[in-house]
Structures are given as structure tokens and as C-alpha cells.
């Protein structure tokens, strides 16, 4: 058996090991969400504009230039904190982000590539996403940048790359952690480039590189995994060379993240394995957005509005509900944000949806599989499925008590006869990505979304008659979520106005 099958099986829930092996949270040694680098140069960033009329999803027509103030921008729209969540009665305070994560964890890190930017040096740098600043790590000198665009597939002058900390996730989840991890890095990517789509920039993004090649580029610490490369420019070539660098030098040590770090076996395992490149050159392009005709429910939000007040569900009401054609919508619209390309054919993402309807006007209650070709729901089961989707999701109610609730499934088999152990990650990303959109087209029109990553895998693949070649990578569900009024949202920066709240 496969590193990665073997991780799957290992982490799959049952009744039997969710009680069975519990875990308590030991909060004095939960890890630091932010993380940034003592002695680094610290880059002030300037205050981001906010004038974005354009609503979702569309490409600017008119790029904006590389610039130190649309960098600014671009950050605050796609990974800043989005507001701070306080506790009236406790005045206990803590950090909600543009881009979701399980649990509220945030994994990812998110270093920058510069070249040829206008208002920044040549260089490396970490984005402090709780000071809203860039700390520079790493100079490019002649041969570094040489070397850089020697690896990268554009000559465009930012390139991201995203990672993750996987402590910061197991210190909750354990060896189920990674694929949380991967899930989020799915959604940070779609964020990312979301952001940029809408400043004008194109992107492309490499997921099946060897992880020890961007780890030297960019001075990573032990802790970081690469998992995602995204370059905003369009592609100039197809190959991703297997070329080594030395180490280059670099400035300020990254903070201490928990007194105590537990090492899970299995993790470490899997996380290696996955590390090397594929067997098979693969990566994401941007193509033009497919503007489909909108519901009469979309609400024309604009970006800014959309991205910054993008909230997860906690409790839904249960009896709100939605069109057949706003169900179509939202899944037809998030399987079309993201595309891959594999051995000169471009195709959609590997993500398989089953829909469980709960209130959907037009389409009577039950399981049905998504057909993409033909925008319609097949059905597989018809009858009241709300218990069923809320024990699926290891019994949490907001499966059952939304307009209707989605399993992600990949055929694994398929993608790892083409890209070996890398599979695992490019499957989970995938479901990641199409999760991010899936919340961006629910706020379009008035609805909210929340992601769950716990649900019981092969009694999922039960009900929808699937053999174990099916990775269960995601369950979601998207309803009216109901405010809990014994919150308020605060400014998540300093320059933002006092009352603003976003």
C-alpha cells in the first residue's frame, strides 16, 4: 500500500475511534496563528484602497502595475485579517482572516518573491499578517534572481509561495491534521489569486515541484511545508526544472511557535513522502472566468464587501432556503473558477460533488450526484436526508439544518496513476480551492457557507455506493446562518477606522 492510502485509511473517522480516543486541547501550548521573524527588515506597507465596485467573479480588464501600494491591496483582500470577534460579556478577542481555515487555525504562511516592483527592493519576504507588514528574509543579487526565473514558468514580477505549519492544525486534530492543512492551502491559493483576478493579474500555480527546491529558494524554516508556488503572469514555459541551490542567506529567526511541539510518526511520514516531485508535470492556469447568466438572487456585492465580510456559518436556522437555479449556480460557478493542466490538456478541477437537498425550492429532498457537463443534479436517493447529513458530518447540526449540504469526493486512483504520492496533496487542495469559491458564490446571493472536515468516510462512500477508490475530501454546507448577538466585530487594523467594522 501507497504512503498516502495508507495515511487515508489511518485518518478516517469512525464511531468507534471518535470515542474511543479522546483528546483534550491543551490551550497553554496552542500555537501562535501568527508568525514572524525577529530581525527580519520590516517593510511598512501602505494603507490599502478599498474602492473595489467590481463584484465576483470577473477579471479586471485593466491590470494594475506592480506596485507596492496594489501589493498592499492585493494582501488585504485575499489573506489579512478580515476583523477581530470579541465576547461582549469577556471582552475575549480573537482573529478572523479573509481567507477560512479549519478550526480557525491558519496553518499557512505566505512568502513573496519580488522582482521589478515598484516601491520594493529585489528580495524575499514574509507578509506579517498581524502587523500587516512585509519582513524582508532574503536579498536577490544577480545570480539568485537569475536563478529564480530560471525555475519559475513566468517572468512576472511576484510570485507567492504558500506553505503550511502542520503542528498548527495537529496540535488540535492530530495525525488527521495534514489534511486540514491541505484543505486550507486550497482555499489560501483560490483567495490569493481570486485577489489578483480582480487587480488585473493572471496567475498560474505549481503544486507538483520537489518541495526541497523551494525550501532552499526561500530559506524556509523546518516547520514550513511548501505546497503551493503562484506566479502572477502568463506561462512561458512547461517544465518545472530539478535543479539544486545552495542556501541562500537569510535574515531573522522565525518566532517561537509552542513551548512543547508533538511529533506525529505518521505525519511526518506522509508529509515526506508527498515531498517529492510528481512523476507527471502538472499545474493550474488561470483561464477567463466563465460568466455564467446570474440568479435573480445574486445581490452584486462588491469585491471588497464580499471577501471582508465573508463569515462561516457556527448554527444555521433551518428553514431557509434556496432556488434549484441558485443551488446550480454556486456549484457550477466554484467548479469553474479553477483549472489544471496535465500533459498539454486542460481540464477541470478532480473534485466530484454529492448534494444532499434539504430546502431546495424546485428539487425534491434527497442525495444527488452534480453532473458538470450538464449543469443538472441526478438523483441517487429521494427522501428527507437531514438526519442522514448530519450524522454523516459526525453529528453536527449545520448539515442538516441549511438549504442543502455537499460531500467532495476524488477518484484517487486516477490521479495518482498520474501523479504518484503528490495525488494526496493536489486531491485535498483541489477540494480546497472549490470550497473557497463555494463560500464566495453563497454570500453572492444573500446565503452563508461553512466547510467541515470531519465526517465519517466510508459511511459516506456507503450511502453514495463508492468503493474505497474514492477519497472522501470535504463536506460543506449552505444555508442562513444565524448571528450570535453575544459577539461584535472590531477593526482588524489600526488604520481602519474605529467604527469600522468589516
Known sequence: MSVTFEYQKATEHTVENLYTSPHTLDWANQPNPFRSYVGALVVRLPVPKTHFTIAWPQQANNPLPFHIESLSMFLYHSVAIAAWKEVQSTKTRW????NPSSGNLHAEE???CILDTIGLENGIYHFNVE????????????ELSSY??????????????LTTIVWREAWKYRNRAFRYCLLDGGHTEASLRIAGAHLGWKSIANRTFADNIMSSLFGLPNDETPVSFVEFGTPKRDTHPDVQIKRPKTLGKPGILSEHIISYPLIKRVVHATAQASKTEGFTIK????LQPRPSSFLNKSWTTLVRTRRSGIKFDGITGCTYEDLKWIISTALNQSWYWSNGKVQKEWVVIYVYAHLVEGLVPGIY??????????????????KLAIKLSLFQSIAGHSAFALSMLSNYYDIYENFGEKALRLAYQSAGRVGQSLYLAAESIGLNATGIGAYFDQDVRQVLSLDDSWFVLYNFTIGRALRDSRLKYLPAYSFEPSNYTS
Open 95 to 98: 482573529p478572523l482572516r479573509v
Open 148 to 161: 529564480v526565473r530560471f525555475v519559475s514558468k513566468t517572468d512576472a514580477p511576484l510570485k507567492i509561495l
Open 131 to 142: 502587523s500587516f507588514n512585509l519582513e524582508k528574509r532574503i536579498h536577490l543579487d544577480d
Open 287 to 290: 483561464a477567463s472566468l466563465e
Open 110 to 112: 505566505i512568502h513573496l
Open 369 to 386: 450526484l452534480y453532473d458538470d457537463n450538464t449543469r443538472q443534479c441526478k438523483a441517487i436517493f429521494k427522501g428527507d436526508v437531514k
